[in-house]
């Protein structure tokens, strides 16, 4: 996702990381926007004390002199935040309601602010979900959204031009219990049919054994997880309560370079 900032000219003077302890993100930001000022928003408490912890070590005391001021909260205070980036990497799958955290994030955004996020998308761990299929047992993750309606989520939070695109990434195991203590940190199944109550030692090693059948030509357990990249500008069209999108004169002459050397 960080190769695609060379695609923005605009340099951020705030940047909301979004997510940013499990996200990973802040170096990659810090270098890119050395001197923006940065957003920490946390879901939780818990997660904000942790990256808080981060901030305070030596190591960054000593990394942070070169480089703008660090502000962590968490997503129920930041709403009085403003910035000219959103950047939230591999938490949308994790949203209840995606549109409602758009929308969310659109009123956040400077007016020609941008966003960019990744997220799993729906071929992500198709080959775990046919295990579970073939032994007659609910799902084992969330249904993922689709990068087209993601996108079309987008257009109507108030973004224009969204891009999305993905990629298929395969990671390998040795064992059936190395999958699934990385599974594991991956986080829980939220799907509502998922098993009731807690598993069984019997039931875990049911489970390791029908992973083997997950075994490719070079021997290792594989995975498939589709990652989802999207990005978009801030609209700057107004959007009346009926859905009619009005466009400025001036914008009209802007967007149409005959219609402005008419005139």
Known sequence: MAERLILFRRLPQRVVDWGALLGGGADLLTGAYPQASRVVVEATESLATRSRGLLSSPWWAVW????????????????RVSADLIWSNMLVQ???????????WARML????????????????????????????PPPT???VDMH????????????DPVMDQE????????PQALC???????GNASPQRFQGLRTPRWAKSLHLALESLRGPGGKLALDFEVVYGHAFKSGLAKPADGEARVPLEDMRRLMPSAKAAS
């Not at 309606?149 to 224009?160: K, Q």
């Open 94 to 104: 994790a949203e209840k309601d995606p549109p409602v955290l758009l929308a969310r």
């Open 181 to 187: 203590e990385d599974l594991r940190r991956l986080g």
């Open 149 to 160: 309606d993601l996108g079309d989520m987008l257009v109507r939070a108030g973004f224009a």
């Open 142 to 144: 969330i249904e993922f």
């Open 110 to 137: 400077s007016p020609d602010g941008f966003v960019m996020f990744s997220c799993f998308g729906p071929g992500t761990l198709l080959g775990l979900k046919g295990v579970y299929a073939r032994l007659g047992w």
């Open 168 to 175: 298929t990434i395969t990671v390998q195991w040795d064992t």
């Open 64 to 79: 942070r002199r070169r480089r703008g001021p660090v502000e962590v909260c968490i997503e129920a205070t930041a709403g």
